[in-house]
Nanobody
Framework: QVQLVESGGGLVHPGGSLRLSCVTS????????TGWYRQAPGKERELVAGVTSVGSTMYADSVKGRFTISRDNVKNTVYLQMNSLKPEDTAIYYC?????WGKGTLVTVSS
């Protein structure tokens, strides 16, 4: 059974940092592209960052220069380092791999 478990969310002040993790199991992690999405209240889910099976990355314009996605094929884990957080980054963040989704982790950026 494929499982994706996100963690690392929380409440942070503007300008702060968080590191999200998504641990996967039941899937051959290393062969899949994977990514982080987010959904803010009242908005559609959007792609934040992606990393291919060979390590190429892409970012939404809104997070370029602030977020970094990475993967560890030994730990079957994908990470999202988020720096210089803004209130508009507030959302539930979801991990996606092989068309499967985790349950998400809430990030709240507020003073």
């Amino acid at each position: 059974q494929v499982q994706l478990v996100e963690s690392g969310g929380g409440l942070v002040h503007p300008g702060g940092s968080l590191r999200l993790s998504c641990v996967t199991s039941g899937i051959i992690f290393r062969i899949y592209n994977t990514g982080w999405y987010r959904q803010a209240p009242g908005k559609e889910r959007e792609l934040v960052a992606g990393v291919t099976s060979v390590g190429s990355t892409m970012y939404a314009d809104s997070v370029k220069g602030r977020f970094t996605i990475s993967r560890d094929n030994v730990k079957n884990t994908v990470y999202l380092q988020m720096n210089s957080l803004k209130p508009e980054d507030t959302a539930i963040y979801y991990c996606n791999i092989g068309a499967r989704w985790g349950k998400g982790t809430l990030v709240t950026v507020s003073s």
